[in-house]
């Protein structure tokens, strides 16, 4: 086994230097490469030749480290990490700011929601966003005044703010 093995290192490192582009890394999977097909040296086939079953460890072993690392975070150690890089500001906060949001959209009546879309997410103008809606610019105004009157309102925090004023009309 050893007199099998022992020729295919320089090969090995080789490869691993090419698939991992670090010498230590490099050294540490052709370590555990090593490892491996000693301790599994039972399980190849009669036959087969040994420097692709090496060969074939080494690489699903990268493979697997390769795929590790792109889902882990970079590893940095505590003396070399700048403080500030430990705080983080809480994600779910904006997560339910983001919903309330999209709830709010949802209450408002079709032509100020699709003005407020149009100018705000979209970047439309506002002669655009008329031409596009087929109204005057001065509608497209108002409208866009009151979805953004209504939405700050729907999105405040008082409840009582939320509540649409009552609108007054004379009756003849």
Not at 36 to 41: D, E, T, V
Not at 138 to 150: K, P
Request: aromatic share 4%.
């Amino acid at each position: 086994m050893v007199r099998l093995i022992e020729p295919l290192i320089p090969a090995l490192r080789r490869y691993a230097r090419a698939l991992m582009r670090e010498r230590t890394a490099a050294d540490d999977l052709v370590q555990d490469c090593l490892e491996r097909a000693i301790s599994r040296w039972h399980q190849r086939r009669p036959g087969e030749d040994p420097r692709a079953w090496i060969f074939t460890i080494l690489h699903n072993l990268a493979m697997t480290r390769l795929r590790r690392s792109t889902q882990r975070p970079i590893h940095i150690g505590l003396d070399d990490a700048d403080p500030a890089s430990f705080a983080s500001a809480a994600r779910q906060e904006d997560g339910l700011r983001c919903q309330d949001l999209v709830n709010a959209l949802a209450q408002l009546p079709d032509e100020q929601r699709t003005v407020l879309l149009l100018v705000t997410v979209e970047e439309l103008s506002y002669a655009d966003a008329a031409q596009v809606l087929g109204v005057p610019i001065g509608t497209v105004m108002s409208r866009l005044s009151r979805a953004r009157e209504r939405l700050a309102r729907l999105m405040s925090a008082d409840p009582r703010a939320a509540r649409p004023s009552p609108h007054l009309r004379s009756v003849k």
